[in-house]
Structure formats: C-alpha cells, structure tokens
C-alpha cells in the first residue's frame, strides 16, 4: 500500500501568515488522485481538495494545492483564526486508500 | 439536511462485539456507495470498510477482515458495521462517509462518529 507522510508534524504560525504543508507518497499517486481534509478537535474531517488541486464546495481561495506524482502541497495563503486545525491527506488512487498522519498547524 | 448520523458504539470487552449503524438522509442514499474510516485517539485517519451502493459488494482493510461485516438496509438508510472479535487496538472513533464522485474513494459527506472502546 502506499504510505504518505506528512510534513512537519507541527506547523506554528501566527494569523495572516502563510502555511505550507507537505504530503509524500511512497510510490507515485495514480492519475494524482490526493485529497486533502482539516479537521477540528471534535469534528469530523472537512473535504478542501480534491485531484491534487480542486477545492472542494464552499472551499475559501486562500485554500490551495499543488503538486504530482510523491509530492504534493497544500498552502494557505494567509491563515484566518478559524484555519488552525491538523490537515490530512489521502490517496485514493490505489487501493486501499490511505491517509497521512496529519499536520497540526498551531497559532503561535 | 444532508447528512450522516453514526451511533452505537461504547465500551467493549476485547473479544466481544458491537453494532455500528450509519443512519442517512437528505440525499439519495440507495444511490451511494458508504465507507466506515476510524481514528484512534491521538492518530490519524484509517479506512476500515465500504459498501456499495446496491449492497452486492463490499471490502475490508486486511487489520479488519474476518471479524468486520458491513451491510445495509436502503429501506431504512442505514449502513451497519457489525464488529466482532474486538481487540485494543480497535479503540476509535468511527465515522461513515459518502464519496464525492462515483467510481472515486474521497469523501464530502463524514458523520460526527462514534467512540469505540475496547478495553476489559
């Protein structure tokens, strides 16, 4: 199966500034079939990207991916008080899918 | 409203069993494939299992295979996970969720879960 890691494991910035997250895939990502999710403490995760790069529904624009293949990024341009969550990704471009192990971004 | 309404979990002996049910509404639920994903505490995500939509096929992850069984009753929107031969490290929460897009595994629906604890 495809193991993706996470990088850092804790990001810690403080409102207004820039956020980026790391996703690496142990083998290359089918068709760039990557997602990722932000999750809040006690909340069920929340679809941000879909394919790599497609923001989700209702998703804001400061919200964006990137990336093919292993690597893969999601940035936040400027983060709002509410972005500070932990960030998964998964693949879902060969079976099983798989998720990262998560990237908590902390105000700082 | 569109949504996912897990319940059933709670405290479970290692060894014994429990019942999950996924309860839907606000979309065409007879139409959609459902998956269960499971969060240890302190851990990330983990895909456990999913269903069809019809019901005909179903998968497991290799760490649940023998002891899971997932069903569905479309008559009454609702997913079940019947978990048997529980073990520790089978101590999460549950959440069901709907996928975005047929024929691709992620999702834009998740339920609030249901905690399972697995301890004697």
């Known amino acids: 199966e495809i193991v993706l890691t996470q990088s850092p494991g804790t990001l810690s910035l403080s409102p207004g500034e820039r956020a980026t997250l790391s996703c690496r895939a142990s083998q290359s990502v089918s068709s760039n079939y990557l997602a990722w999710y932000q999750q809040k403490p006690g909340q069920a995760p929340r679809l941000l990207i879909s394919g790599a790069s497609s923001r989700a529904t209702g998703i804001p624009d400061r919200f964006s991916g990137s990336g093919s293949g292993t690597d893969f990024t999601l940035t936040i341009s400027r983060l709002e008080p509410e972005d500070f969550a932990v960030y998964y990704c998964?693949?879902?471009?060969?079976?099983?899918?798989?998720f990262g192990q998560g990237t908590k971004v902390e105000i700082k | 409203e569109v949504q996912l309404v897990e319940s059933g979990g709670g405290l479970a002996q290692p060894g014994g069993s429990l019942r999950l049910s996924c309860a839907a509404s606000g979309f065409t639920f007879s139409s959609n494939a459902i998956n269960w994903v499971r969060q240890a505490p302190g851990k990330g995500l983990e895909w456990v299992s999913r269903?069809?939509?019809?019901?005909?096929?179903?998968y497991y992850a290799d760490s649940v295979k023998g002891r899971f069984t997932i069903s569905r009753d479309n008559s009454k929107n609702t997913v079940y996970l019947q978990m048997n031969n529980l073990r520790a490290e089978d101590t999460a929460v549950y959440y069901c969720?709907?996928?975005?897009?047929?024929?691709?595994?992620?999702?834009?629906?998740w339920g609030r879960g249901t905690l399972v604890t697995v301890s004697s």
């Open positions: 998964q693949q879902y471009g060969s079976p099983p899918q798989t």
């Open positions: 969720a709907k996928r975005a897009v047929a024929g691709l595994w992620y999702y834009d629906l």
């Open positions: 269903i069809s939509s019809g019901g005909g096929s179903t």
